[in-house]
């Protein structure tokens, strides 16, 4: 029986990274809304940080993910001067598909949840497809 090589991405990894909610971060600021508190957008670009952060210590030489698909639930509200962490670990993984279940909570609040799929790329075939596309 042939031995499989260890997969780059294993299922179960994880990361977690922060953001000190500012006023470029609320949704007046990043035009999703015209309330003062954490926008919709910087909520999904924190999860999709987590993500990469996951990944980022078993990465192939000349290899990134690219996110592919996104299913986010904002559920609460976070103000200016609140700490939020996301959280993301990775669910599956098949090929070049990782998909992560993400969470994102301000102290013992959950105030975003859902999935982010990314893609393992070659970077420079990824960005010179792109560019000639373009």
């Given amino acids: 029986m042939q031995e499989q090589p260890d997969l780059p991405f294993p299922p179960g990894l994880t990361a977690r990274v922060e953001l000190t909610v500012s006023d470029a971060d609320t949704a007046q600021a990043v035009g999703s809304g015209d309330v003062p508190v954490l ?57 070049r598909r990782l998909v992560f279940e993400v969470t994102v909570t301000d102290g013992g609040e959950q105030v975003a949840r859902g999935r982010v799929e990314r893609a393992l790329v070659h970077r420079q075939r990824f960005v010179e497809r792109a560019v000639r596309a373009s």
Avoid: K, N, Y
Wanted: proline residues 5%; charged residues 20%.
């Fill in 39 to 95: 926008g919709t957008p910087r909520v999904l670009a924190l999860a999709e940080a987590a993500t990469v952060a996951a990944t980022a210590g078993r990465m192939p030489a000349g290899s990134t993910t690219v996110g592919v698909r996104v299913e986010l639930e904002h559920l609460a509200a976070t103000p200016v001067g609140r700490t939020v962490v996301a959280q993301a670990r990775l669910a599956e993984a098949d090929g």
